[in-house]
């Protein structure tokens, strides 16, 4: 597999859990990055810490990286490989995947560590 490049986005980031009746909050979708996950169980919601959601648990502090793609469908073991690098440096992540590629959330305390297990890894993490 070549060397793949990951761009640390430069704001902070909060994660939402909420029931799965909640409605989603408006204000989600003033951030201009969010995520929002609906199962049986539960809505989680990720956006920028600068966006305050009320009700429901929230962890907040968490730094994004952004594999670079897009990323074909047909590879394998991207977020994979990504998540065993962190793993090795006991680094635990949120990921998330959309069409063209993948975001992974991580302790924005543990960036410094984060960036050099990726390194350490064989991937080019730009924007620290």
């Excluded at 430069?10 to 989603?24: L, S, V």
């Excluded at 469908?73 to 090795?88: D, H, N, P, R, W």
């Amino acid at each position: 597999m070549p060397e793949l490049a990951i761009k640390v986005l430069d704001r902070d980031f909060t994660i939402y859990r909420f029931e799965p009746n909640h409605k989603i909050p408006a204000a989600v979708f003033d951030s201009s990055f969010f995520w929002i996950g609906k199962t049986d169980d539960e809505l989680s919601v990720v956006c920028e810490s600068a966006i305050e959601l009320s009700g429901g648990e929230r962890s907040a502090g968490w730094a994004c990286y952004k594999v670079l793609g897009p990323i074909d469908f047909s590879e394998t073991g991207i977020l994979a490989g990504i998540s065993a690098a962190l793993a090795a440096a006991d680094i635990g992540i949120f990921a998330i995947s959309t069409f063209d590629t993948d975001y992974i959330l991580l302790p924005a305390a543990l960036q410094a560590k984060a960036n050099s297990a990726l390194t350490a890894g064989r991937y080019q993490v730009r924007g620290t």
